[in-house]
């Protein structure tokens, strides 16, 4: 006989109940790779544990939405340490204790979650970039907080985490809709271009729909321009390097949405590709990084 599923009314559930199976490896975009110090992998894996778990929750095709509430209200609470219901974030409660560092940006990913669950249309671009600034954005922002780095890169590190939002937004912008029924192409852009959200559903993209996505892809495109000089501002070394590959990788996958019909075609960086981009990546900032030092030296010996 069949179990109960999450949301009949059956029994009470936990964030557990609502796991996909997905991790780490299943992210377009490295998550705490070698590149990053052994000594910070463990609390960024743990942040990472918190958000899948949430997002599984927020996710789920067969739980009603207040029932997805609850589960994500026990998580905040939990976080916050008012209860004890929840184990990703009991578990990322205990790191940032030990390292002394507060819980807002796993706050703000539980509000992009809560969204998710009530919201399933944004109206136009602005009202996007507000979710990624719940979304994304405190994800590279913690990782910042974590290595002890400024405030002051968290412009740059909020265009490259809202480029990183937007690109997967697009690439699944068809899964979202089949399966969620959820739309984060703005709507003002569907219509301006005569396009109705059930296209969306279709085996190709129409061509109002094709110029509706590339739009998008170029405003990306900016947005990875304002986040270029990120990697070489960051004082810590291998956290640089990996934010260089992941903006090399995301300024693959953009220029592939402007290429290619997320639709129908393949966007997703299979294995090989990836490690490819991440190698000349890797190579190209060991140069610059080189050479700055020695143009460093060099000025240095002439003051």
Same mark, same amino acid.
């Given at each position: 006989?069949e ?11 936990a ?45 789920? !095709?067969? +739980?009603?939405?207040?029932e997805? =509430? $609850?589960? *994500?209200?026990?998580?905040? &609470?939990? %976080? #916050? ?104 192409i ?18 190709? !993209?129409? +061509?109002?729909?094709?110029?509706? =996505? $590339?739009? *998008?892809?170029?405003?990306? &495109?900016? %947005? #990875? ?41 393949r ?32 000025l240095?010996?002439?003051?």
């Amino acid at each position: 006989m069949e179990g109960p599923r999450p949301g009949d009314g059956q029994r009470m559930t936990a964030a557990a109940d609502f796991a996909s199976g997905k991790g780490s490896d299943d992210e377009n975009f490295p998550v705490a790779s070698r590149l990053i110090q052994a000594r910070h992998r463990g609390i960024i894996l743990a942040f990472y544990a918190f958000a899948r778990a949430a997002d599984d929750v927020a996710d789920n !095709a067969e +739980a009603a939405p207040a029932e997805k =509430l $609850r589960v *994500l209200e026990g998580m905040r &609470a939990t %976080l #916050l340490g008012k209860e004890a219901s929840a184990k990703e974030a009991a578990e990322l409660r205990r790191h940032l204790l030990e390292r002394g560092l507060p819980a807002t940006h796993g706050l703000d990913l539980l509000e992009a979650f809560r969204r998710d669950v009530t919201k399933k249309r944004y109206a136009n671009f602005d009202e996007l970039m507000d979710y990624c600034r719940y979304s994304a954005m405190p994800v590279g922002r913690f990782v910042l907080d974590v290595h002890g780095e400024p405030v002051g890169l968290w412009p740059q590190n909020d265009a490259l985490c809202a480029a990183l939002q937007v690109i997967n937004h697009l690439q699944d912008c068809a899964k979202d809709y089949r399966e969620l029924d959820r739309v984060y192409i703005p709507l003002d852009r569907l219509s301006a271009a005569d396009v109705e959200v059930r296209e969306l559903a279709g085996r190709s !993209a129409s +061509a109002g729909l094709s110029s509706v =996505l $590339r739009g *998008l892809a170029q405003e990306t &495109a900016s %947005l #990875l321009d304002r986040a270029r000089p990120f990697a070489s501002l960051i004082r810590d070394p291998r956290l640089a390097m990996e934010v260089s590959v992941i903006q090399a990788l995301a300024e693959d996958l953009n220029m592939r949405l402007m290429e290619r019909d997320p639709l129908c075609d393949r966007v997703h960086h299979q294995k090989s590709e990836l490690l490819g981009i991440a190698a000349r990546a890797i190579a190209r900032f060991g140069t610059r990084r080189v050479l700055s030092f020695g143009l460093f030296r060099a000025l240095a010996g002439h003051s």
